[in-house]
């Protein structure tokens, strides 16, 4: 596929689920994978901080080939080289990462994701190339170590009126508080635990898919 198409799919995304194995309530990245498949999830990020280059690059490509299989969107975290390596649809960068420019030069056809914790960074993140922004946390989570300031569902409000481009929301967003950052404007989630610690994972995307649905048409 080629960028356009691959942003195409992307307007397609709901769920967003991202991977993290010790997060995963003792099941593997490849048996939570099969699992959001089986849900219907549009997109999936393959995100593990704790593995080595090759054992890293041995899962993308498994993914990779159950991905393209299902026509899903597979995106890598952090890894560009990763990335290119096995084909997938694009990667997720965040503050510390790759600079989009220097990422859009080396794969001009793959969908670039931000990170972004501000309306300030939003923005810079947009007219920088990004293809989609996350904005987060919203709410405090244990996903991601030494973050004490959360955005809260106002930024959701407040920065989808401002980006062109799609955005996703993250961080500490589970059943509970969903339809805060629902009726804030958001209709991309994407969520670590929320998924991988559900005790029936294709069941819950597939519930949280339905309750993104009904905001989106109400």
């Known amino acids: 596929m080629n960028r356009d198409e691959r942003k195409a799919l992307f307007q397609e995304v709901d769920v ?3 991977t993290c194995q010790r ?6 990245n490849r048996e939570v994978l099969e699992e959001v498949l089986r849900g219907g999830a549009k997109i999936v990020q393959l995100r593990e901080k704790e ?3 090759l054992e890293f690059y041995r899962m993308a490509l498994e993914f990779r080939e159950r991905t393209a299989a299902a026509g899903v969107l597979l995106l890598i ?15 997720h960068l965040g503050l510390e990462d790759l600079p989009l420019a220097v ?4 794969a001009p056809e ?5 990170s972004t914790h501000s309306i300030e960074e939003a923005l810079e993140a947009q007219e920088n190339g990004a293809d989609y922004i996350n904005v987060g ?3 405090p989570t244990g996903t991601k170590e030494g973050i004490k ?5 106002r930024a959701v409000t407040e920065i989808g009126a401002r980006v062109r481009v799609p955005f996703t929301v993250m961080g500490g967003i589970n059943e509970s508080n969903l339809d805060q950052v629902l009726s804030a404007g958001a209709r991309r989630v994407a969520m670590v635990t929320a998924i991988t610690q559900a005790p029936d994972i294709a069941e819950r995307v597939r519930s949280l898919r339905r309750r993104i649905a009904a905001h989106a048409t109400g």
């Open 16 to 18: 967003y689920p991202v």
């Open 23 to 28: 997060l995963s309530a003792g099941r593997t």
């Open 51 to 53: 593995l080595s280059t």
């Open 77 to 91: 975290n952090d890894r560009l080289d990763i990335a290119l390596a096995v084909e997938a649809d694009g990667v």
């Open 103 to 106: 990422a859009r030069r080396l």
């Open 110 to 114: 793959m969908l670039l994701g931000a």
């Open 137 to 139: 946390p919203i709410f």
């Open 149 to 153: 300031k959360f955005l809260g569902p």
